[in-house]
């Protein structure tokens, strides 16, 4: 994934699309002065990915800085708090964090793309309950400090090189039973109804037909009728699946292994 790669001037031109349904809208009359000296001080770093109140810029090979959109901004504040919690609760999973000043946070720069890329990409491997498992615990992680982390959508799951999920984007964070500030509407089973209907069956609770027996789709309509109380609780119910999963494989290997076992005595005779 080679990042966005925009210059800081299509950048200014761009912010104030990226910022205009923020509660602190941006322009370059208040822009952050800091990205700037960013991009000039670190040699050849590159505007690698932009949020709707922060930008995220790469300096080296595997290191990035995320900075407010604006000086002082709010939701900047906010995710250096919820990385200091984490740090009693740490998760392979989610992406770490290694220095905060004001606004600024150095994280780790993962370049395998987004869940949203991959969705795109037939030639690509859709691991799906092994990211299920791994987005499950960094959602755990979250819930045991007390929070939620309230915007996961596509764009918000990341891809090391091991095509392990690297969970990122917390200033939107809010405490368990908080209400959501914002949301992404399904990607796929609704893709052929208009939004006005979208909202219309998804405010009646009347969800896409899954099918039963499948055990993800089991999951999710579990997940739509709010049948599980924690994240913990779905953590443990999807591991289940994984190891269920993982046993039916080797089984399948053993078989193979029984079978040519069979038709090498079969040869002898």
């Not at 590159?46 to 959109?69: C, P």
């Amino acid at each position: 994934m080679p990042g966005l790669n925009f210059t800081y001037e299509y950048f200014c031109d761009f912010v104030p699309v990226l910022s205009r349904d923020s509660s602190s809208p941006t322009n370059t009359s208040n822009l952050n002065p800091l990205i700037h000296r960013v991009l000039t001080h670190y040699t050849g770093s590159t505007i690698y990915g932009v949020g709707g109140h922060s930008v995220f810029i790469s300096i080296s090979e595997d290191l990035a800085l995320k900075v407010s959109y604006r000086a002082g901004g709010e939701h900047i504040r906010h995710e250096q708090s919820i990385f200091k919690l984490l740090q009693a609760e740490p998760c392979p999973y989610i992406a770490h964090s290694y220095f905060s000043a004001p606004d600024i946070i150095f994280m780790e720069l993962v370049k395998n793309g987004t869940l949203y890329d991959r969705m795109g990409q037939k030639d690509k491997p859709r691991l799906i309950i092994k990211w299920m498992q791994q987005l499950c615990e960094a959602a755990v992680a979250l819930e045991n400090i007390g929070y939620a982390h309230g915007d996961i959508n596509p764009r918000n799951i990341l891809f090391d090189d091991q095509e392990n999920v690297r969970l990122v984007d917390f200033d939107h964070a809010l405490k368990v039973g908080e209400k959501v500030e914002v949301g992404e509407e399904p990607l796929e089973l609704y893709s052929d109804i208009d939004g006005a209907e979208q909202v219309n069956r998804l405010s009646r609770c009347t969800f896409p037909e899954v099918d039963s027996e499948d055990p993800i789709d089991a999951i999710i309509s579990d997940c739509w009728q709010a049948k599980f109380d924690s994240m913990a609780a779905l953590e443990k119910r999807v591991r289940l699946v994984t190891f269920e999963k993982s046993i039916e494989e080797k089984k399948g290997v053993c078989q193979h292994y029984y079978d040519s076992l069979g038709s090498a005595l079969d040869d002898t005779e």
